[in-house]
């Protein structure tokens, strides 16, 4: 099956319009649908060079599915059928050799290099740009290493290359018993290195929510030459290699196979969902929770507005849907102690407790569910909304729980204003999709009725609206969705100064020629 050139999954799976149409038309009227234009390529500004003929590309439709990432905006410039981003060409590398020889062309042919995972960047990570010396540009698709190499039973890692999809992943370590665990909502169509290159956030809601958690040592290919770092669980000496690498989205190498840690699969798994009347209430015991040491799994506040959107409750409730899971023993003492201290900040538990074991599939029906069916369809409705004109799109952040009451106030006021200014009015929620003992980091979703044509600006400023009140309030530009383009304007100024300096240094170090993703994450100069 071919995959959507310019939404998300394969084309099949894409038309979902039906499904969300009702349900958009009853809060803004009636809506019309856009059909997908076709794809515009321009022609490539340099021949595919001759060492890097036989693993590449320079197929229209091949340069078109890696001219974008899946933001809101990537997705409304392709459904109009703008590829002018596309790169010259599209390298599939088969090892490191060839990542050198991409490097070697790169610099004589005077190439911008961009590394490409499965291209869900939401920040402009994999649109291919060019620096100031370059004439154009080679995309990297590392889909071809996606390998389980080795698996460590006795230590419970496993070696893993880095162009890896989500369930293939899952499906090489299926018979060891194994599996990584890392979720994140845009599992089945981003790959490990993608996840490590972004430190990508996973369903787990505590402890292991960062890709970085799972990680114990990688491989990143420079310009320079290749930075292994060693294979020890944790160490003093020093700054930590992992660190640089992690995060460094795609500006400092190729990360090209990563000692992952795995788990047993889970077999032991109890779940419930918490209403609460009042939202201020909700969070003081999503609190107690994240600080009280039992760290679920999932433990994720819907606001009301969230709870309903996603179906999860009618009646103006918020909704803790909370969730253990574990391999050895059972978790009922773990829900039961985070269900009481739930009630006692006010809440109820109106479909009681789910318990179970892989011997008793019995399937809860519980509001989790919903939210788990909901969270996967979330993709693919954006994709419906675009194409019925709705402006539609998430932001996240992270603060302590001492800021989070005002953030929270402020940013929905500012985006709620933004939506009024721009579109006219609308809506937006909150949840959290992870929290640790010393903040949230809410996830913001908006949509409000869109301008044929105008749609970039009347996101452009959302975005601001949304972003500056974040900074002002104590947020984070990004808790898991990374830097890219998009957000460098607030990423440059949280960023200590004296740090910037010390990464363009490595950067200098590591890639001098500035090949590697200009304009992202940090500038080469
Ligand atoms: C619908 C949707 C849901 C999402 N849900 C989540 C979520 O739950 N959690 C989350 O964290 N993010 C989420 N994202 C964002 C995105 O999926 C993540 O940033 C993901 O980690 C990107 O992986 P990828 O393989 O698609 O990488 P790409 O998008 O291909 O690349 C991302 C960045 O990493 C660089 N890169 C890719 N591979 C390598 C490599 N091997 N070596 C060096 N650099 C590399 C690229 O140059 C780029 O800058 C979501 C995005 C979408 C569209």
Redesign the pocket.
């Known amino acids: 099956m071919a995959r959507n050139l310019w939404g998300?999954g394969e084309v099949e799976a894409a038309d979902r319009l039906e499904d969300s149409r009702a349900r958009a038309e009853a809060f803004f009227g009636p809506l019309e649908v856009e059909e997908a234009a076709a794809p515009r390529v321009p022609a490539p500004r340099v021949e595919v060079p001759p060492p890097l003929r036989d693993f590449s590309s320079a197929e229209p439709r091949v340069r078109a599915a890696h001219a974008l990432?899946?933001?809101y905006v990537d997705r409304v410039r392709g459904l109009r059928g703008d590829f002018s981003s596309a790169p010259d060409l599209v390298a599939f590398p088969r090892d490191e050799a060839d990542l050198a020889a991409v490097f070697e062309a790169a610099q004589a042919q005077r190439l911008s290099v961009?590394?490409?995972?499965?291209?869900?960047?939401?920040?402009g990570?994999?649109e291919p740009r060019l620096g100031p010396a370059h004439r154009g540009a080679v995309t990297v698709d590392?889909s071809r290493l996606s390998r389980v190499l080795e698996v460590d039973e006795v230590s419970r890692v496993a070696r893993i290359q880095?162009?890896v999809?989500g369930p293939e992943l899952e499906r090489q370590l299926a018979p060891h018993g194994l599996t990584l665990r890392h979720?994140?909502?845009?599992?089945e169509?981003?790959?490990?290195?993608?996840?490590?290159?972004?430190?990508?956030?996973?369903h787990f809601a505590t402890v292991y929510t960062h890709?970085d958690e799972l990680t114990e040592s990688l491989r990143?290919v420079t310009p320079r030459g290749v930075v292994q770092t060693p294979r020890v669980p944790a160490h003093g000496a020093g700054p930590d290699a992992n660190r640089l690498a992690l995060g460094?989205?795609?500006?400092l190498?190729?990360?090209?196979e990563a000692w992952m840690r795995v788990r047993p699969r889970p077999v032991f798994r109890g779940a419930a969902s918490v209403h609460f009347a009042d939202f201020s209430r909700a969070v003081d015991a999503t609190r107690a929770i994240a600080q009280s040491g039992l760290f679920p799994a999932n433990c994720r506040l819907l606001d009301e507005k969230e709870a309903l959107l996603n179906g999860v409750a009618g009646d103006g409730s918020s909704v803790l849907v909370l969730g253990f899971e574990s391999a050895d023993a059972s978790v009922a003492p773990l829900l039961d102690c985070a269900v009481a201290l739930a009630e006692a900040h006010g809440g109820t538990c109106p479909r009681g407790k789910t318990l179970r074991d892989d011997a008793s599939k019995a399937r809860s029906g519980d509001a989790g569910d919903s939210w788990r069916a909901s969270f996967l369809r979330?993709?693919y409705l954006?994709d419906a909304m675009i194409r019925l004109g709705v402006v539609a799109d998430t932001f996240e952040t992270a603060c302590t729980w001492k800021a989070f009451p005002t953030l929270y106030a402020e940013v929905m006021q500012a985006v709620r204003d933004a939506l009024e200014r721009g579109c006219g009015g609308g809506l937006v929620t909150c949840r959290f999709?992870h929290v640790y003992p010393d903040g949230p980091a809410p996830y913001f979703t908006f949509l409000g009725r869109g301008k044929r044509g105008g749609e970039a600006e009347q996101w452009a400023e959302l975005k601001r609206a949304a972003s500056d009140a974040l900074a002002k309030h104590g947020g984070t530009i990004t808790h898991?969705?990374?830097v890219?383009r998009v957000h460098r304007p607030w990423y440059d100024r949280e960023r200590p100064a004296l740090f910037g300096e010390a990464l363009t240094a490595v950067k200098r170090a590591w890639d001098p020629s500035g090949l590697l993703?200009p304009g992202?994450?940090i500038d080469a100069r």
């Open positions: 998300w990432g899946k933001s961009i590394p490409f995972g499965g291209g869900s960047s939401v920040v990570g994999v590392l880095a162009g999809f979720f994140p909502q845009s599992f169509y981003s790959t490990l290195g993608g996840w490590l290159a972004t430190r990508a956030g996973g890709i990143l460094s989205e795609g500006t190498g190729f990360i090209t979330g993709p954006q999709t898991h969705h990374a890219g993703n992202v994450l």
